[in-house]
C-alpha cells in the first residue's frame, strides 16, 4: 500500500536548520510529484514546497523563499526539505503528499518547533 513517512521534526532555536525526510512505498516514486504542507494550530494547512517527478522543477512558498529547499533521492525513495534560518513562525505539523495540486496520499507529519 502507498505509504509516506515523515521525519526529521524537532525543537530548535530561531536560525537554526532542520532537514526533514519524506520516505515514500507501495508506489513508482519517479512517476509522481510530491509536496510539503505545514499547518499550525488554529491555521489552514498551508503549502511550503513541491518536486515534480523527475525532480527537474520545483515550487516554493514566498514565506520561505530563500530559506527552505526541496529535493529528491530516487535510490532511497526520499523526499527532502532543507529548513535554514527558522523563525518562530515557521511552527507547525510538517506533512509530505503525493501529488502536485491533486493530493492523494498524506503522510502523519513531523512536529516542527522554533522558539524564540
Known amino acids: 500500500q502507498v505509504q509516506l513517512v515523515e521525519s526529521g521534526g524537532g525543537l530548535v532555536q530561531t536560525g537554526g536548520s532542520l532537514t526533514l525526510s519524506c520516505v515514500a512505498s507501495g508506489f513508482s516514486f519517479s512517476n509522481y510529484p510530491i509536496s510539503w504542507y505545514r499547518q499550525a494550530p488554529g491555521k489552514v494547512r498551508a503549502l511550503v514546497a513541491r518536486?515534480?517527478?523527475?525532480?527537474?522543477?520545483?515550487n516554493v512558498a514566498d514565506s520561505v523563499k530563500g530559506r527552505f529547499t526541496i529535493s529528491r533521492d530516487f535510490a532511497k525513495n526520499t523526499v527532502y526539505l532543507q529548513m535554514n534560518s527558522l523563525k518562530p513562525e515557521d511552527t507547525a505539523m510538517y506533512y509530505c503528499?503525493?501529488?502536485?495540486?491533486?493530493?492523494?496520499?498524506w503522510g502523519q507529519g513531523t512536529q516542527v518547533t522554533v522558539s524564540s
Open positions: 503528499a503525493r501529488g502536485w495540486t491533486t493530493l492523494d496520499y
Open positions: 518536486i515534480t517527478n523527475d525532480g527537474a522543477n520545483t
